[in-house]
């Protein structure tokens, strides 16, 4: 490259941060001074705020994402060989909480236009031994929940959703964490809710539920001095906390322009047959944790970008059913190949909600040069 020419990052963290630093540093300070640095009424005052945020009378604050899975499924009390069905296009964490709750993970393909988990297939996987279901509202969008909750209310199953991607996400105007069993996030630093480090938290609308989950994750603690179950270190640490409580303020803000840049991308490639666009569906608010583009070539692409400064990523180039850690479950190359093609095809375009509309028009068009425009 000869000229000199707009970097675009693939996330910028340090974006939110410079906005609400003087709110931020106060809250830290604060804790710092007060020498209390775990448990107590600033979780608590997160947990309501997050609560409230999705409609649900019920948080849990946990110490990352893959805790929340895995305290809800054991919330469940999964039996030996009990099922659960998730979809084979997540993070690895969906599978392992399956796992270590003690259940069985079994697999269903997604749809073809969504990638999202698919009802029909999930409905043809259930048998004997099902007890639940496990969505994932993948890049920020929400799975489709109304045939989900039908099946799983015809058969008796539990739903569990893995948000851990789509903060704020709608169906139907009701978010993401409101309509299952219980509700799965992580505030990972890339999430669109992001912490200054490890957290997560478990939303639902049963109490008994809810309390199942606070003493896991405190040694299996009902009350000081007296456990009830072996339980886990699973608790959010109060830094994460407050920060939590102060960014969740401008999470729907962060969300609207997600979406305004998603419009932006959708709009300046929507006339290139080779790139496949996110399918919105009816009634959905996708929130765009990810903006993923399905493409024949790419390697090639991505590389094509990196050259001029831009940077992108995959999510996710092997689906858990073809990873060797998985391959006890019996699945194998072909079994679920709506999944397959989405991993050989996707690129996630740089998004975050500090993004200039100059660096998003510099994406378009070097997309729109790789391919000859
Ligand atoms: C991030 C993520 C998780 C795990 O969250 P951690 O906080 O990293 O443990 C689980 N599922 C999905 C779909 C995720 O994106």
Redo the contacts with the bound molecule.
Sequence with gaps: MTRLTLQVPFLDLKWQYEQLAVELDTELRQVSASGVYVGGEKNAAFEEAFAHFCGVRYAAAVA???DA?RLALLAMELRPGDEVITSPL??M??VEAISQAGGVPRLADVEEDTFLLDPERVRAGVGPRTRGILP?HLYGQMAPMDPLVSLARERGLFLIE?A??AHGAEDGGRKAGSLGTLGCF?F?PT?NLGAFG?A?LVTTQEQTLWRRVCILRDHGQERKDWHTCEGYNARMDILQAVILRVKLKHLDVWNERRRRIAAAYACGLADLPEVRLPVERPGAKHVYHLFAIRVPDREGLGRFLRERGILTACHYPVPVHLQPALRRLGYGPGDFPRAEACAAGVLSLPLFPGMEEAQVQRVIEEIRHYFGL
Excluded: I, M, R
Aim: aromatic share 12%.
């Design positions: 990352n994402g893959t899975l997540t993070f964490a969906t994932v893995d851990c991607q992580s990972y999430k490890e997560g």
